[in-house]
């Protein structure tokens, strides 16, 4: 699927809030995998991960390492209000 450049345009103005979340001890992880087992790994636009990048160079976040995931909704917001909110809820992540 293609990016739009609305979808795009908030992503980078997602990516501003980076400094002010490192500032409380979480990261912005922009489009990278949550592993939601047993078998899920979606890759929300953004989430915010409690701890730094570094901390997840041998494993991708889980439900208990992310505070909110978001998704960015251009052309996706039924399957994002349904199908993933449900994943993530399921799995307790905020969104």
């Given amino acids: 699927?293609?990016?739009?450049?609305?979808?795009?345009?908030?992503?980078?103005?997602?990516?501003r809030l980076a400094a002010a979340i490192e500032r409380?001890?979480?990261?912005?992880?922009l489009q990278a995998p949550i592993r939601i087992p047993p078998g899920h790994e979606p890759e929300p636009d953004?989430?915010?991960?409690?701890g730094k990048p570094e901390d997840y160079s041998d494993r991708h976040p889980e439900p208990k390492d992310v505070v909110s995931v978001i998704e960015v909704s251009?052309?996706?917001?039924?399957?994002d209000q349904t199908t993933k909110l449900r994943v993530y809820a399921e799995a307790g992540i905020k969104q």
Wanted: charge should be positive; proline fraction near 0%.
């Fill in 46 to 50: 953004a989430s915010i991960v409690r």
């Fill in 1 to 15: 699927m293609t990016v739009g450049t609305r979808h795009s345009l908030v992503l980078k103005k997602l990516s």
């Fill in 74 to 79: 251009e052309s996706s917001l039924v399957r």
């Fill in 24 to 29: 409380t001890g979480c990261h912005l992880a």
